[in-house]
């Protein structure tokens, strides 16, 4: 009986002062963690109770705690996005804990998956002496690492000394101290990627996958390696994963939304942006992503004569875009391109008042009409723009062809030569010299 004594000594010593912070949208559940921290000896001033991730990620800025007890599950947030503003805003944060409650086991394995980073989980239901039992254990392993962490701390500091073929042999022995060594093989192949071994840093974080398929650091790791060397299609699918069990992150969904068009996954689209809608804070170039990426699969299923899926792509392309002229261009021009007189006409009309007077706005309008007016009418139209000063490409193109159209075809030649002298380098309107040598 004298090994929980000593366990309990530990951890009362370890738990005198520390800043602890509960976050959980459920009163019965922050009351009763807060009920057991008191009863392990955690006064109450040490305690700080949060309903929300964000009244908790503004907690964590101005007090900074050493402990942190959070759901996994907060509203649109997840437990696991607070890690990073717990690591941004304390860099002494990984001497801390950081627990996750969990509701389910998938969300158990999510938290086993970012070994290093979290600390540990407590599945619900749980118990007082589960809950005191699990922060008992994970304060000793902080005071107290085992082996496996010790060696794979001592890799991490002659790595951070350029010191590979030590921090190699360290991560070697370290592999041999534990039954499943995904974070041991994560630094090995860690090493191997700045060696430029790639092939080898593939192996192993690979091998370390293969201990557990969704460790976060070996799929991150081996993610980039495939990046570098230009493995797209592999890359992709290995992002997707990050994706699909680790909370979204700004920045990599801006990537996973590339790499699905590059590699022509238009279906994966629409899950990612429900993803986009659950995140908070959207930066210009996420937005950017999303729009641009709803809006080449938007044009995907036009040519694949799915038009009410392509019309559903580009309402939400443009609603996200909040005004952004450029998605709304691009929507409208597919749509021309496509001869779609009305849906063209519907988007164009969204365009901002204050934008319907510039050259962008009236050629694209040309464009549009030109896709159910008489030639008169057009010709009239565009040689208004012409007039006023609007000398754009695919506005002479129109003139030309409608000129032809209707037997005018002085006026076409006239128009294509001044086209050829406008636009030079156009492939279009061929030369002036070729053309009178015909």
């Given amino acids: 009986m004298a090994a929980p004594s000593k366990e309990a000594e530990i951890f009362k010593k370890y738990i005198t002062n520390k800043k602890i912070l509960i976050v959980d949208s459920s009163s019965s559940a922050r009351t009763g963690m807060f009920k057991i921290l008191n009863d392990l000896g955690v006064k109450t001033s040490q305690i700080k109770l949060c309903s929300s991730f964000h ?17 996994y599950d907060l509203g649109k947030s997840c437990g696991l996005e607070l890690l ?5 805003s304390n860099p002494e944060s990984k001497k801390s804990i950081f627990l996750l409650i ?14 290093e980073d979290i600390d540990g989980y407590i599945l619900k239901p749980f118990t007082p002496e589960v809950l005191r039992k699990t922060i008992m254990q994970t304060a000793i392993m902080k005071i107290q690492p085992p082996p496996y962490n010790v060696k794979i701390d001592q890799a991490k500091e002659k790595m951070e000394k350029h010191d590979f073929d030590g921090a190699e042999a360290d991560l070697n022995e ?23 071994l790639l092939e080898k840093a593939e192996g192993a974080y690979k091998a ?5 398929k969704i460790h976060y650091k070996c799929m991150v790791g081996l993610y980039e390696m495939l990046m570098k060397g230009q493995k797209h299609s592999d890359a992709y699918e290995v992002v997707k994963r990050i994706s699909q069990y680790f909370p979204a992150n700004p920045k990599r969904l801006a990537e996973v939304l590339r790499l699905a068009i590059m590699n022509q996954k238009y279906e994966d689209v629409e899950k990612y942006y429900s993803v986009f809608c659950n995140i908070d804070e959207r930066s210009d170039t996420l937005i950017r992503y999303i729009c641009a ?14 038009k009410t899926r392509a019309m559903e792509l580009f309402q939400k392309a443009t609603a996200t875009s909040a005004g952004r002229t450029n998605i709304l261009k691009e929507v409208v021009m597919t749509l021309v391109e496509q001869k779609q007189p009305k849906e063209a006409a519907e988007f164009l009309a969204r365009f901002p008042a204050n934008t319907q007077s510039g050259e962008e706005y009236l050629v694209l309008k040309l464009l549009v009409a030109n896709l159910s007016a008489n030639a008169s009418a057009i010709i009239a139209q565009g040689k208004e723009l012409i007039s006023k000063g609007i000398f754009n490409e ?26 050829q002298a406008k636009f030079p380098q156009s492939k279009k309107f061929g030369t002036s010299s070729n053309k009178k040598a015909a």
């Fill in 102 to 115: 969990t509701g389910n086991t998938s969300q158990s394995a999510v938290a086993r998956s970012a070994e």
């Fill in 55 to 71: 009244t908790a990620e503004e907690e964590i800025k101005a007090s900074k705690p050493e402990i942190v007890l959070t759901e």
């Fill in 174 to 196: 370290a592999v041999n101290l534990d039954p499943k060594p995904s974070l041991a093989l994560y630094y090995l192949g860690q090493i191997k990627f700045l060696r430029e």
């Fill in 293 to 306: 990426a709803l809006v080449v699969c938007g044009k995907y299923y036009l040519t694949t004569s799915n």
């Fill in 394 to 419: 695919s506005v002479y193109e129109v003139l030309i062809a409608r000129a032809k159209e209707s037997n005018s075809d002085s006026m076409a030649e006239n128009l294509l030569y001044e086209a």
């Fill in 84 to 88: 990073q503003s717990q690591r941004l």
């Fill in 208 to 212: 370390g996958l293969g201990y557990n």
